[in-house]
């Protein structure tokens, strides 16, 4: 699986929209875009996940660069409780589908 | 609750002592994985399992780690002789034939004194 690169951490004032990118220029042909988040204590808990268009749900939305390099989720109104490490990986999925390879993710600070 | 259950959830043993941690995948999950998240870094990958077959294991699997799925359905994960450096959140994961999400469980803390 490509590795993904992420900043440390991030801040993000509440009911502000929090920008959280992720560089994996070797990702392959097949493999999906995935964002996970962890709150202190927790399992991982699944976000959203994409191969080349721009994906929406109820709790983010995952913007991939054309060349599929990098991406970036999108809080649209972070509240406090979306305080927490946010990791981006790629991954295969159906048959081929296996492990998940996380990097050290980005802690988002969600500040009143 | 129908997620991903694991048992007990916090563990404390003796350096040398063995330990067996439990994961309850979601019913009709046909892959089961163990990842291992030390404090401050993502999870690591263990092994992982495709029904009762064992499909792939870490190198940080040592021989004294020793997964099995018997059934198809829940797991076990021991660690004999445990070490200090043992000490960590053990996660695990299932995901439906599709492969497409991986739900995690709580976690299994382990502290080896």
């Known amino acids: 699986d490509a590795k993904t690169t992420q900043p440390t951490s991030m801040d993000c004032a509440e009911g502000r929209a929090a920008n959280l990118p992720c560089n994996h220029s070797?990702?392959?042909?097949?493999?999906?875009v995935y964002w996970y988040r962890q709150i202190h204590s927790q399992g991982p808990q699944y976000i959203i996940h994409?191969?080349?268009n721009n994906e929406t749900n109820e709790m983010a939305s995952l913007i991939i660069t054309e060349d599929r390099k990098s991406s970036t989720l999108i809080l649209p109104h972070a509240t406090l409780r979306d305080t927490a490490v946010y990791y981006c990986?790629?991954?295969?999925?159906?048959?081929?589908?296996?492990?998940?390879?996380f990097g050290d993710g980005t802690t988002l600070t969600v500040k009143p | 609750d129908t997620g991903v259950s694991q048992d007990p959830r916090h563990k404390i043993t003796k350096r040398g002592q063995n330990v067996t941690f439990r994961c309850d995948p979601i019913?009709?999950?046909?892959?089961l994985y163990w990842y291992r998240q030390t404090l401050g870094q993502g999870p690591e990958f263990l092994t992982y399992?495709?029904?009762?077959?064992?499909?792939?294991k870490s190198r940080l699997l040592s021989d004294r780690f020793s997964a099995e799925r018997p059934k198809g359905s829940f797991s076990t994960l021991e660690i004999q002789r445990t070490e200090q450096g043992d000490s960590a959140m053990y996660l695990c994961?299932?995901?439906?034939?599709?492969?497409?999400?991986?739900?995690f469980g709580p976690g299994t803390r382990l502290t080896v004194l």
């Open positions: 994961a299932s995901s439906s034939p599709g492969g497409n999400e991986q739900f």
């Open positions: 070797t990702i392959s042909g097949n493999e999906y």
């Open positions: 994409g191969l080349k």
């Open positions: 990986i790629v991954r295969f999925v159906g048959t081929n589908a296996g492990k998940s390879t």
């Open positions: 019913s009709e999950h046909n892959r």
């Open positions: 399992f495709q029904n009762e077959a064992q499909l792939e």
